[in-house]
């Protein structure tokens, strides 16, 4: 029901920004948590932030508040993720998914569309 695709990854250096969107596409309502996750190679895929498809509030994990903003953009129907002074144990796969009922937020079980993941790479 519900089709995701990730762009924007690349290489960059320590201190760089790069913003990430996620295309959505599809049957998605207002209530659905829309999240970036992450996973680095070795480690579990860990969620980054969270936000409604309607918007207003979000969640961002500890390692990235301050740095990472997550957002819609209602014209280009995408989820974007702002990364500002990124680090190098920021280099990870990023993924874009969605859940379409309520459960933890934190839990990737919660989520079950997901998208193809885009590499970000961040060199010293």
């Known amino acids: 029901q519900v089709q995701l695709v990730e762009s924007g990854g690349g290489l960059v250096q320590a201190g760089d920004s790069l913003r990430l969107s996620c295309a959505a596409s599809?049957?998605?309502?207002?209530?659905?948590?829309m999240a970036w996750f992450r996973q680095a190679p070795g480690k579990e895929r860990d969620i980054v932030a969270a936000?409604?498809?309607?918007?207003?509030?979000?969640y961002s994990a500890d390692s990235v508040k301050g740095r990472f903003s997550i957002s819609r953009d209602n014209a280009k129907n995408t989820v974007d993720l702002q990364m500002n002074s990124l680090k190098p144990e920021d280099t990870a796969v990023y993924y874009c998914?969605?859940?379409?009922?309520?459960?933890?937020?934190?839990?990737?079980?919660?989520?079950?569309?997901w998208g193809q993941g885009t590499q970000v790479t961040v060199s010293s």
């Open positions: 936000i409604r498809w309607s918007g207003g509030s979000t």
């Open positions: 599809g049957r998605i309502f207002s209530n659905y948590i």
């Open positions: 998914a969605a859940a379409s009922r309520d459960g933890l937020l934190l839990q990737r079980s919660t989520y079950n569309y």
